[in-house]
C-alpha cells in the first residue's frame, strides 16, 4: 500500500507540507517495502487555479491509497475521493512524525475537505 504526503522536503525527516494542491512535494511511502520516491508537484506551486485538482491527478497516477496532509479543498477531495484515495488530515511537523501517526493508527479519515477552495 502506498501512502502519499505533502512535504516541503525530500525525505521523512523534512517538514509536512501544510497544503496539499499547491505543496512543494509528495513523499510516496511503501508500506510493505519502507522505499520512498519524491514526487515534484513544482507545476502547480503557482498555478492560477485547479492546482489541487492536478494535484490529485498526479498522486492517483502514482498509485497512492491514501494521502496524509494538513488541508485538503473541496475540488482536490472530490477528485481524490472519486479515485478511492482516503485522506487524513494532521498536523504532525514532519513527514515521520506523521507516518508514525498513521501507522498507530490515530489519525481519522476525513469525510470532507477541511478548508474551503481558493476560487470558492
Not at 9 to 32: H, I, K, T
Amino acid at each position: 500500500m502506498k501512502l502519499a504526503f505533502t512535504t516541503l522536503g525530500e525525505n521523512l525527516d523534512s517538514p509536512l507540507d501544510p497544503s496539499f494542491g499547491r505543496a512543494r512535494n509528495f513523499l510516496v511511502y511503501d508500506v510493505q517495502t519502507q522505499a520512498f520516491e519524491i514526487i515534484s508537484n513544482k507545476q502547480n506551486l503557482d498555478a492560477a487555479q485547479g492546482a489541487g485538482i492536478q494535484s490529485a491527478q498526479l498522486i492517483a497516477k502514482a498509485g497512492v491509497h491514501a494521502l496524509i496532509t494538513g488541508h485538503c479543498g473541496p475540488k482536490a477531495f472530490r477528485v481524490l475521493d472519486a479515485a478511492g484515495i482516503k485522506v487524513f488530515n494532521t498536523d504532525a511537523s514532519t513527514v515521520k512524525e506523521a507516518l508514525a501517526r498513521y501507522c498507530a493508527g490515530t489519525l481519522s479519515e476525513a469525510k470532507a475537505a477541511n478548508v474551503e477552495g481558493h476560487w470558492a
